[in-house]
């Protein structure tokens, strides 16, 4: 498998980046928020979102697996769960890719159980398929046609992850 086209350009990307990130300083100001990325994927995501947060915010990660090669398993599993008590806190969850909804309809459920103060979803990219589950996503990036895609934190057998751009793989 290679890369067969640019989809979506880092500058593009960016450019999302930073109106996300001005929506969320505007609707956490004067509040603490605790932003969980999912690894492996949304580590690019989180860290570039970061830099443009003004409010108080710490970080936590937690690993899920649900694909297997270019597929999804349909099952979903914590391979490493969260450091950080969530009990009061607001939380975002970042992803890289909303797709069946299997993982975040997971994840939701697993941190409402928690107890959190408010629990709210980014993902940077949302697949245009038939989704498993209908879930709130309050701030997200693009929308995507079904090709398998890689770059900005998404992988093909770990590869790719460090493209800088959004590039579909045939």
Sequence with gaps: MKISKELISESEIQSKINEIG??????????DLLIIGILKG?????SDLA?????????DFISVS???GTETSG????????????????????????????????????LDSRNPKSLEFMCMFIKDTDKTTSLDIKYHGFKIGPEFVVG??????????????????S
Excluded: C, H, W
Excluded at 22 to 31: A, C, P, R, S, T
Excluded at 42 to 46: C, D, H, K, L, Q
């Design 75 to 110: 099952q979903v599993k914590i391979e490493k769960d969260l450091d950080i008590d969530i009990s009061g806190k607001n939380i975002l969850i970042v992803e890289d890719i909303f797709d069946t909804g299997l993982t975040l309809s997971y994840l939701k459920k697993i």
């Design 22 to 31: 001005d929506q969320i300083n505007e609707d956490y100001e004067g509040q």
């Design 51 to 59: 830099k443009r947060l003004k409010v108080d915010v710490s970080f």
């Design 152 to 169: 900005y934190g998404l992988d093909f057998e770990g590869k790719y992850r460090e493209l800088p751009y959004l590039a579909v793989l």
């Design 42 to 46: 949304a580590f690019i995501t989180v």
């Design 66 to 68: 649900s694909y297997e």
